[in-house]
């Protein structure tokens, strides 16, 4: 854990400068608004990894039945979904901008949004059930399934449509239109800085959890 | 024609912050934004700490 922190401290602290300072490509209408890809995408790679964390402890616990990964699993969820909110407010935010809407029906955008609304399923599933076991069982199953929902939602649809969104309408990921080396060396730092913040913060509230289960 | 299109747009004269950067302003920014960064790890650290320290009773 403290390397975890450590880095997670030096990286995004270098994200944000070179994020602000660094030459970035000039390109019209998006200008400056470039920089958001620093902090927007990453955003969404964070919910990505602590979701596929989340799940991975979902099956760990149907496989055991300890209890300890059906919590995890719950939290990881949990800073996931957050992370996703920040994904969605500053995507709208920078769609505003640039493409002069805060929402358009564009498949990565409600692909997105159905994602949310599934993981919001999943919290609401949890809460419904008091028996433990049941509610490990159930919503294990029920985690699983949503994040092999995500995958198609977010990265396979949109990709057979049209999308305004970079990295969709048949083209793969990033290519060479979308990020260039004087992007990609901020990029992946910040990419990997605000995983280390999401497991950092789901790592305070698994170790409260644990005190509830002590009390 | 998709090329031509983005070469015509590239060699187009794009506006970017240059201005703000050769007046210093970006600092500024750039400073607000550390000091929520560093506030929020100082709060996350305080939090650990607390936590910490219920767990020790």
Redesign the interface.
């Given at each position: 854990m403290k390397f975890i922190k450590f880095f997670c401290v030096v990286l995004l602290t270098y994200t944000l400068i070179a994020g602000f300072l660094f030459d970035v490509p000039r390109l019209p209408i998006l200008n400056e608004t470039i920089r958001a890809l620093y902090f927007h995408v990453p955003m969404w790679f964070t919910m990505i990894f602590l979701l596929l964390l989340s799940s991975f402890n979902s099956y760990r616990y149907i496989n055991t039945g300890k209890n300890y990964y059906d919590i995890k699993s719950y939290n990881y969820a949990n800073v996931a979904v957050y992370f996703g909110v920040l994904g969605l407010l500053t995507g709208m935010i920078w769609a505003k901008f640039t493409w002069g809407t805060f929402w358009t029906n564009d498949p990565k955008l409600n692909g997105s949004a159905i994602g949310m609304l599934i993981y919001l399923g999943y919290f609401v599933l949890r809460r419904s059930l008091k028996d433990e076991s049941k509610r490990g069982k159930i919503s294990s199953v029920y985690n699983v399934f949503a994040f092999a929902m995500l995958i198609p939602l977010i990265f396979i649809l949109p990709r057979m449509a049209d999308s305004l969104h970079p990295g969709n309408g048949g083209n793969p990921g990033f290519n060479v239109y979308d990020m260039n080396s004087q992007l990609r060396i901020v990029f992946y730092p910040a990419v990997v800085g605000f995983i280390l913040l999401g497991i950092w913060i789901t790592d305070l509230r698994l170790k409260i959890d644990e005190l509830k289960n002590k009390l | 024609m998709n090329n031509i299109l983005?070469i015509t747009?590239?060699l187009?004269d794009?506006?970017?912050?240059d201005g703000l950067r050769s007046s210093g302003k970006?600092y500024v920014?750039?400073i607000i934004?550390?000091l929520i960064?560093?506030s929020l790890?100082f709060y996350?650290?305080r939090?650990?700490n607390k936590?910490?320290s219920?767990?020790n009773k």
């Open positions: - | 983005i747009l590239l187009q794009v506006a970017m912050a970006i920014v750039l934004c550390l960064l560093f790890f996350l650290y939090l650990e936590i910490n219920l767990k």
